[in-house]
């Protein structure tokens, strides 16, 4: 499953956040000015919501969710570690993260 998130600000043509990463507060305050991170959250989570327990009750043993941008250091690194925190106690998910393009 790929989401392409480059509808959302990038941090890359603020000087004072290009070499942060998605990791950094500011870049996910940066991301979020704007109201269309919070937008993209309400529409997401129910999504997931649905879909998660449903690859689970169907027995799949992996599902991968990309989220690209750009770069891969700024957007697309803070929502994945969005979701990984809202999805990682989950008892019946093992979440694992990878950001390909970080560096």
């Known amino acids: 499953m790929a989401l392409d998130v480059r509808f959302l600000a990038n941090p890359h043509y603020v000087p004072e ?3 942060l990463t998605g990791n950094d507060e500011r870049v996910v305050q940066y991301i979020a000015r704007d ?3 919070e937008e993209l959250y309400e529409r997401l989570h129910p999504l997931l ?6 690859y689970v009750a169907e027995g799949k043993a992996h599902l991968v969710i990309a ?3 750009t770069g891969g250091r700024h957007r697309s690194v803070a929502i994945v570690e969005h979701l990984a925190e809202r999805y990682r ?9 990878t950001h390909r393009d970080i560096n």
């Open 17 to 19: 956040l290009r070499e």
């Open 35 to 37: 109201g269309r991170l």
């Open 49 to 54: 919501d649905f879909l998660l327990p449903q």
């Open 67 to 69: 989220i690209g941008c």
């Open 89 to 97: 106690d989950h008892e019946d998910l093992d979440v694992a993260v």
